[in-house]
């Protein structure tokens, strides 16, 4: 199932809706104010998915000021009550998935205890959440092995990973296609978008010189595995999905 996130209008989105059959990624409950007045957000954002034609929703969680792997324990306390927000939000909305991001820096974090300490939050955040699939996204992460580690220190059926090709190409050293190889069996979801392996500019495959096309071929579409088009412009989220289309 392919997803187009939510960064372009109501309107452009339910013309992909439409067009393509394309599912929603709504970042509407990653922002601190829309928690801040969960219920009320939670019933404008059902009347945009009617509006929008779908019932195929997944979320992005909040990833500004919070961190999963804070040391700092009032940090982790409001990292796990905006994730639980935002979880609710899921859960009400009948989202199939949320996405989080790994929390990784490597210019303030050592890699040493990062992937053990990360894992902790996960699994008492994880203690009793089975209804919703959780997927940690990579973003400046340098190491794809350090994702793998806190995935299996985890060790829930509904924790996975999100593989964030774009970030992968201009964060790390290492080729996407090795993060695509390595983590395939346990990514069920995958952010789209290009760039030139110097900033993350979120725009159409074939505008950059990322390899989509190999580092997908180790991420065939299976039972669980999602998709979705990231980018905020209307051509470079056109040329997304006519890429995954004609690859199909």
Same mark, same amino acid.
């Given at each position: ?8 209008? %109501? ?10 059959? =394309? ?13 801040? %007045?969960?219920? +009320?957000?939670?019933? @404008? ?10 019932? +195929? ?17 009032? =940090? ?8 639980? +927000? ?36 996960? +699994? ?24 793998? %580690? $806190? ?18 190409? *201009?964060?790390?050293? $290492? ?5 695509? @190889?390595?983590?395939?069996?346990? =990514?069920?979801? =995958? ?39 990231? *980018? ?7 040329? *997304? ?8």
């Amino acid at each position: 199932m392919q997803y187009v996130s939510h960064l372009i209008p %109501d309107e452009d989105m339910k013309k992909f809706a439409e067009k393509y059959d =394309v599912g929603v990624e709504s970042i509407d409950f990653s922002i601190s104010d829309n928690l801040d %007045d969960l219920s +009320q957000s939670i019933e @404008k954002y059902r009347e945009k998915m009617e509006y929008m034609g779908t019932n +195929q929703l997944i979320l992005h969680g909040p990833f500004l000021d919070v961190n999963p792997c804070a040391y700092d324990s009032l =940090v982790r306390k409001a990292t796990m009550t905006r994730f639980s +927000q935002c979880y609710e939000a899921g859960l009400t909305l009948g989202a199939k998935k949320i996405v989080f991001h790994s929390g990784m820096n490597p210019y303030v974090y050592y890699k040493q205890g990062w992937a053990e300490h990360t894992a902790a939050f996960w +699994q008492e955040f994880m203690e009793d959440r089975t209804e919703i699939e959780i997927v940690l996204e990579n973003v400046f992460d340098d190491d794809w092995e350090l994702l793998m %580690d $806190v995935y299996r220190r985890v060790g829930k059926p509904n924790f996975k990973l999100c593989l964030d090709i774009g970030h992968a190409h *201009c964060y790390s050293s $290492v080729d996407v296609r090795t993060w695509a @190889k390595n983590l395939a069996p346990y =990514v069920s979801h =995958v952010h789209i978008h290009d760039n030139h392996g110097d900033r993350d500019s979120h725009v159409g495959l074939g505008k950059g010189n990322l390899p989509w096309r190999e580092a997908l071929s180790f991420l065939p579409e299976n039972e669980s595995r999602t998709w979705t088009v990231e *980018c905020m412009e209307n051509e470079d989220v056109e040329m *997304c999905l006519k890429a995954l289309s004609d690859e199909a």
